[in-house]
């Protein structure tokens, strides 16, 4: 990571505000493409957004004016900036409302579907893949590293329609569509969904846990904690800080690979999060709504990898001292 | 007692044993020692005991089995390897399974290891107090620790505020000072340290072992000192034992088995160390190279390189033996022992080029000639290089001494050009008087000077035959249609080692390759960047030979990067010491290293193991 | 000194099995349509859609084509694709990590900026939007996939190179003179060869998810294609009348993802133990 040393009287204000900008930075240069992709697509937006009805030149011309497709595109792209930095994310072509309140409607189910899957991969792989790398070699390990193959090969829309079939379907444990009443009803609407996404998740952390692991069980200060007559918990103990420190470094990673993932369980599942809207939006090219959710995707990616790497600042003594803010 | 000669300080307060009774049972002593690896056998039959309040010094070149035995002693060793014999402590019988039970009461409080290099044996996520904390027996409360981490760090001559610190906040020596305290928080009764000055500077090294005697003297702790240096055994040890292919060929007193060796094997090794006071005209080697262990078969594992072996040695292993029939002490492992008064120590050949010793001066254009270079790196307080002036006669050996940091190395690479630098000239008026022609205005002239590394292991790319490797450099020095097997016979390797891959070279054989490439372009300059710092002691003295070889028939400047004071001494005609960038003091050999004028040059001379 | 290499472990049945089902994939691929049960517009007509069609192994799908023969000629482009993503972000990734790695100074910089820029944002997400967008085919999906893929590689071969540019043979080798372009082929390049191939097979398996994740929500393939994802979803609306319809290419998807997979580790620790020991 290139952290630079940093000079002032608050260098991690310093280090926060310089990552803030880059952050900027990248949201500024993703809504240019998002928009340059509007521009260039093929066909006719406003034939689109007439929908069903007739396409008359005049409905053409008029539907152009409204949505400003007449305009160059700079200043499209203009008219659209300064809705944003007012508040204002643009109208959905499709539906007619305002983005934000559609936004808005469908945050609450995709931010509970990965929270449950973070937790669900995390809470699981972590511990997995600490003892997998303490069971080296053996029987153990081989199973879980296999595994851990096999969730990262499985794209998480190919395990929810196996769950769907065999708990849905099959055994009837579980509701095969909707999202449920109440917190215990939806917790359970989304369970399998959760699970969907945490397997591919949760594969990585194993692989990455593991890795970590092994890799610091080989470090002399392991023996040399050994030779003082340190118990085999204690050293562990001591491993497992040590290894903490790659393992927090890739949550970013594995939040980029959530929110990807999210779209194709949404649609597995049928449920109506952003991930769905994502997937239906693209499709009817609303492009309001797509530049929205590609704006709030990279936005929270990179806010994750902004606080993961305050965390490696937390975790890793080392780094503190190379980015100026530690003694 | 001889060693107080070397050493005044060490044997006045060395406490006498709690009681006879005890002091006739060793501390530690392992008997038929014999460790097993995947490949086969690491070790091959040891034999050790450690007394109480005793240093003894396990003295082998690497592939000897020291440091695996040690493992052995320790209850360390890793998996996939085992251990066989006895072992006992206090003469109570001790499993060499690491994962016995009684080892959980042992390591630590009775034997502890401390470890070669300080940069990877600190963890380094956690304050060097916490990690001298953990070993800390009982359960202290917080105040307690930190009372008992503070006075561990006063005992090893730390600040109280290193506790808060984090090991790569620190220094290499104040590392290793961070891990002895780390070890004696458990308060072994047994210290064993593997080789654990090796990787700090010299004057570093001395304060780590002087360090190491008073805690050993103040404790009363025994302590096991590996190292490959004879020179640091002679002057930090009770006793030595020397190790060779996985077996123990030699025990005894310091001054037993270094000015009277039993074992020819221990005789051609002292030979070989390089003395700091005079300048030989050809250094001992030993020819050959160290078996495996497990390639050895019944005879003896140093057969093959001794003179004096008979045929009787090949196929019988001798026990040790007692060279002085009244002397139990010094026992070494060698048929012909009761020989050993009439040992020859094979001296070396007869000095035929003492003439090569002598600098040149008279030249009027020098081989390499740098004036004021000053090399930066960005982000760095200070010049790596700052204001350097340097002239290298032809056919003349300059050394360029210093410690690590202080900018040596990069003057060798701004000297090859892999470096640029950011102000002064490198210039090669010789040869750019010589190399008329089309090649001679290219600004990178290979023919001018040519460069050979430290590490053996990456001097060569193991993908490609020793004879590819040649002929590339022939080809880019212009001469493909040269043999690469000429070359190979100008550094003393066999002409058929052109088929051969780098894997199946000894170290000193690929830096050997390394040195035959180097000369392909027939340089007028080469640089040696501690070009034998890696390689044994035996080893390393072929090589210097070599060097001193080429330097006479092809009359070749060589400009020698090192730390190490003897290999300068038998190298240089001139010496340049660097201290921070700067040239400290500079002058001919003679005159630098043995009246330094330069206090830092004197600090360094005052901290070679030798000098006690 | 002390550590030795474990002696090469037997060949596991897990890469045996998993290089049989890829070469019985690869077979599919090129000749799909003699290996094909059933011609796909053969039973065309209401009526048979289902399982426990007459002579339809796995039955057929909501548009009565036999399930099994779908999924035979999905092979083509559940191979071809990830391949071609896999081998042209590779080339990407040679071409500017070497460039990156040796020559360093602004072109290091540029190139690491692009590397960032492309690595902050869910590399399946990017592919949605740019190919819903833009409305492109599957070839399209692939070169968008290509540069969706190409900074993992840039920055692994990079690094290969950054840390094959200090080894004292290639510093030896510039010192000799030998050209940087020849440096990097004679030297550098062939030291990475293990690294290279393992990633190839690495990424053609994150290929393979990545685009039938695509196809399965609609993009990239036509409405009506043989490919499993796409298989996959028009399956899903008929799970109840034949669940194979939807679980034979599922199936196939994470069968086919985790035998390069594992080939891929397998073959890279053996790469690394033929490096380590020569």
């Given amino acids: 990571m290139p952290l630079k040393g940093a000079g002032g009287a608050r260098p991690l204000a310093g280090f926060v505000a310089r990552r803030l900008g880059t952050a900027l930075l990248l949201l500024f240069l993703l809504s240019l493409l998002v928009y340059g992709l509007v521009f260039l697509a093929p066909g006719d937006i406003a034939r689109n957004l007439l929908g069903t009805r007739n396409a008359t030149p005049e409905a053409l011309a008029q539907v152009r004016a409204q949505y400003h497709l007449d305009e160059p595109f700079l200043r499209q792209y203009w008219r659209w900036l300064s809705g944003l930095l007012g508040g204002d994310l643009g109208t959905s072509v499709r539906t007619g409302e305002p983005v934000s309140s559609v936004l808005a409607e469908r945050l609450g189910l995709t931010a509970a579907l990965c929270s449950l899957a973070f937790g669900l991969s995390v809470l699981v792989g972590v511990p997995a893949g600490v003892a997998a790398a303490l069971r080296r070699g053996r029987l153990a390990d081989r199973l879980l590293v296999g595994g851990s193959v096999v969730g990262v090969s499985a794209p998480g829309f190919a395990v929810g329609l196996l769950l769907l079939y065999v708990f849905g379907v099959g055994l009837e444990w579980f509701p095969v569509y909707g999202t449920g009443t109440g917190f215990l009803d939806g917790l359970w609407h989304l369970a399998l969904p959760s699970v969907a996404l945490a397997l591919g998740l949760g594969a990585f952390v194993v692989k990455l846990t593991r890795a970590a692991v092994v890799r610091e069980l080989e470090e002399d200060y392991v023996v040399f904690a050994r030779s003082r007559g340190l118990g085999g918990r204690r050293v562990l103990g001591v491993v497992l800080r040590n290894a903490a420190v790659p393992v927090v470094t890739s949550l970013g990673l594995l939040v980029a690979y959530l929110l990807g993932g999210t779209v194709l369980v949404e649609t597995t599942f049928a449920l109506p999060g952003l991930g769905s809207l994502l997937e239906s ?14 704006l709030v995707t990279a936005l929270v990616v990179s806010l994750v990898t902004l606080a993961v790497d305050l965390a490696y600042l937390a975790v890793d003594p080392r780094m503190r001292t190379r980015a100026g803010v530690g003694r | ?218 404790r009363r702790m025994a302590v096991v000192l590996i190292t490959h240096d004879l020179g640091l055994a002679r002057s930090r040890a009770d006793r030595i034992g020397v190790m060779y292919a996985g077996r123990l060929v030699e025990t005894g007193t310091g001054a037993q088995v270094l000015d009277a060796p039993a074992h020819p094997y221990t005789a051609r090794l002292a030979a070989c160390e390089p003395p700091l006071d005079r300048r030989l005209p050809l250094l001992p080697t030993i020819p050959g190279q160290v078996p495996a262990a497990h390639a050895v078969g019944a005879g003896c594992a140093f057969a093959d390189r001794c003179e004096l072996a008979l045929p009787d040695c090949r196929s019988r292993y001798s026990p040790l033996l007692a060279p002085a029939p009244d002397d139990a002490e010094h026992l070494a492992a060698c048929l012909r022992i009761g020989e050993s008064a009439a040992l020859p120590v094979p001296a070396p050949e007869a000095a035929q080029a003492s003439e090569a010793a002598a600098p040149r001066t008279g030249g009027a254009e020098p081989a390499l000639l740098v004036t004021g270079l000053v090399k930066r790196f960005p982000r760095t307080d200070r010049p790596a290089v700052d204001a350097v002036d340097l002239r290298l006669e032809r056919g003349e050996a300059v050394v360029v001494l210093g410690q690590s940091g202080s900018g040596k190395t990069t003057l060798a690479r701004c000297v090859v050009g892999l470096e640029r630098p950011d102000a002064g000239t490198v210039a090669f008026p010789l040869s750019e008087r010589d190399g008329g022609g089309p090649r001679g205005r290219r600004t990178t002239d290979p023919g001018r000077v040519q460069i050979v590394f430290q590490d053996p292991y990456s001097a060569l790319n193991p993908g490609h035959s020793i004879g590819t490797t040649l002929r590339e450099a022939l080809r880019a020095a212009g001469r493909p249609d040269e043999d690469p097997a000429d070359l190979l016979e100008l550094v003393g390797l066999p002409r058929e080692y052109v088929t051969r891959r780098p894997r199946r070279l000894s170290g000193g054989e690929r830096q050997r390759v390394a040195i035959a490439r180097a000369l392909a372009p027939r340089p007028g300059v080469l640089v040696c960047d501690e070009a034998v710092s890696a390689l044994d002691v035996s080893v390393q003295a072929g090589v210097l030979n070599l060097l001193a070889r080429l330097r006479r028939e092809l009359d070749l400047s060589i400009l020698f990067i090192t730390h190490d004071l003897a290999i300068a001494r038998q190298v240089a005609d001139r010496v340049h010491v660097m201290h921070r960038g700067r040239v400290v003091e500079h002058g001919p050999a003679d005159a630098v290293l043995t009246a330094p004028a330069h206090p830092y040059t004197r600090q360094l001379l005052a901290s070679a193991p030798a000098a006690h | 000194m002390t550590r030795r290499l474990p002696r090469m472990p037997r060949t596991p049945l897990t890469v045996l099995l998993s290089a049989v089902f890829l070469a019985v994939a690869v077979l599919c691929a090129l000749a799909g349509p003699l290996l094909a049960p059933h011609a796909l517009d053969q039973d065309l007509y209401l009526g048979t859609v289902g399982a426990g069609v007459e002579g339809h192994l796995s039955g057929t799908d909501a548009l009565g084509r036999d399930v099994l023969s779908l999924a035979v000629l999905g092979t083509r482009s559940a191979l071809l694709g990830p391949v071609l993503v896999a081998c042209g972000s590779m080339l990407l990734g040679l071409l500017l990590g070497t460039l990156a790695g040796f020559r360093g100074g602004w072109l290091d910089t540029v190139v690491g900026r692009y590397a960032d820029l492309l690595l902050a944002l869910p590399a399946v997400l990017l592919a949605m939007v740019v190919v819903g967008m833009l409305g492109g085919g599957y070839w399209v999906t692939v070169l968008v996939l290509v540069v969706l893929f190409s900074p993992t590689d840039v920055r692994l071969v990079r690094a290969a190179v950054m840390e094959q540019a200090a080894r004292p043979y290639i510093e030896s080798a510039r010192v000799l003179g030998i050209r940087p372009g020849r440096i990097m082929v004679r030297h550098v390049l062939p030291n990475t060869v293990p690294i290279v191939v393992a990633n190839l097979l690495l990424n053609t398996a994150f290929a393979m998810v990545a685009l039938s994740s695509l196809s399965y929500l609609g993009l990239g393939v036509a409405p009506g294609a043989a490919d499993w994802g796409r298989q996959l979803a028009d399956g899903q609306r008929i799970m109840v009348d034949n669940p194979l319809a939807a679980i034979l290419p599922g199936v196939l998807i994470i069968l086919a993802a985790t035998s390069v997979n594992l080939l891929g580790d397998w073959l890279a620790e053996r790469l690394d133990r033929k490096v380590a020991t020569r």
């Fill in chain 2, 1 to 218: 007692m001889s060693r107080a000669d070397h050493d005044p300080s060490a044997r006045a307060t060395t406490p006498t044993a709690p009681s006879a009774v005890l002091a006739a049972v060793p501390l530690l002593s392992v008997r038929g020692l014999r460790v097993d690896g995947p490949a086969g056998a690491i070790v091959a039959g040891v034999d050790l005991d450690v007394r109480r309040g005793e240093t003894l010094a396990l003295v082998g070149e690497s592939g000897s089995g020291k440091s695996m035995t040690v493992k052995a002693l320790s209850g360390l060793l890793p998996a996939g390897v085992r251990a066989t014999g006895t072992l006992e402590l206090d003469g109570e019988p001790l499993p060499l399974d690491p994962a016995a039970r009684p080892w959980r009461t042992v390591r630590g409080n009775r034997v502890a290891l401390l470890l070669q290099d300080p940069f990877t044996s600190l963890s380094p996520v956690h304050t060097c107090g916490a990690q001298i904390g953990w070993a800390l027996p009982g359960k202290p409360s917080r105040a307690e620790r930190a009372k008992r981490v503070a006075a561990l760090l006063a005992e090893v001559g730390l600040a109280p505020d290193t506790a808060d610190r984090y090991p790569h906040q620190l220094s290499g020596g104040m590392r290793q000072r961070v891990a002895i305290a780390a070890v004696l928080a458990a308060d072994p009764d047994l210290l064993i340290a593997d080789e654990p000055t090796t990787a700090l500077d010299a004057t570093t090294q001395h304060e780590v072992l002087e360090l190491i005697a008073r805690l050993q003297r103040e």
């Fill in chain 1, 281 to 294: 939006s693209v499709l009817f090219k609303d492009f309001a709504v797509v530049q929205a959710l590609t």
